[in-house]
């Protein structure tokens, strides 16, 4: 008995020394973990581009005056700060879809490529990384611009000596002297830049880049002086960005963001501002064309794992108020249909490509 169990035991481990198991080998050949891959379809956003033109105004101390010496009219009297919007641009981008994650299983699980954020971007086929773009807005305001922009142009003291009724003490001039003073430059700048372009001068000067330079001096200086009666305005030009995810559905009075002609572009949760809001509609025919041709009823064991979209438009447009601001057509994943990858593509002889923004199929290529 003793004999027939050793023989017994000598013919097992010689098999298993004939027949070793190589995990490095399955490791190799790319065997995918039972639990299969996980991957997302994308689905598309919405971003809204926006230019706006700032202007802070500055009246000028002396504006009381502008007519009186200068013959200029309604001089502005107050300071005050106005916004206008310039332009609107509508774009897409891409972001997995949390309500679109599948499973791939089987021979699909070893095949698939993803994009950095987890999107899926091929089937047997090697896929470049691209970064996705990043957008910020800042609503920090602008700092650049002088509580007080009117520097000391005078070419007068603001003092005078006083005499004997002052006992000789130094005498503020009042502002209406200042004011004349000012506007007596303002004609002698005027005389002199006048001369200087009808070469009233008997000795030319030598370099005509320094004649350019003194005719442009004077006419800065003039302008500076004007600004002390008419008042200073500063322009500067925000760029915005503003993003929006729609559903799968047609979306309307959606607030993207507040403009105030007073403060500017805000965010749509500072209510000091009027909505500007975004329109979607999206385009019914296409996605119920896409829902006929979409196989129904695929038995589950016959699915591959692998889904992907077939992308639908949408009209979009974006209103302040009633006025039309932008519109334009895109687009947009979620708006389509989803489908399954028919089984008989997954034996590993095709090579599949998805557009990454959509989910939509590229190219399907037999090696």
Known sequence: MRTYLLLALFLISTSVLANPKDDRKDEQIGVAPNEGIVYSLPRTGIRIHVKAKQEKFFHGPYFQYAEALLGIKNAPTSDFESWVITDIQIETFSEPDPDQVYKAMGNAASMVSLTESGVLAGINKEQSTVSEPISVSTFLGDTKTPDFPFTDLSLHPFYELGDSTTNNAIVTKSIEEKAQEAAHTITKLRKRRFKSLANAYEVQLPDGQAYELMVNELGNLEDDYVALFIGKSYKKTFEYSFDFIPGENSVSGEVAFRFSENKGVLPKTDLSGKPVIVD?????????????????????????????RMPGKAEIRVMNGLNLMAVSRATVAQFGTVASMPVSLMDGSYKISFHPETGAVKSILKD
Do not use: F, H, I, W
């Not at 999206?282 to 038995?299: F, H, I, V, W």
């Open 280 to 308: 979607m509609k999206k385009l019914d025919d296409l996605a119920s064309a896409q829902n006929k041709l979409k196989t129904a009823g695929t038995p589950t064991e016959m699915r591959s794992g692998v889904y992907y």
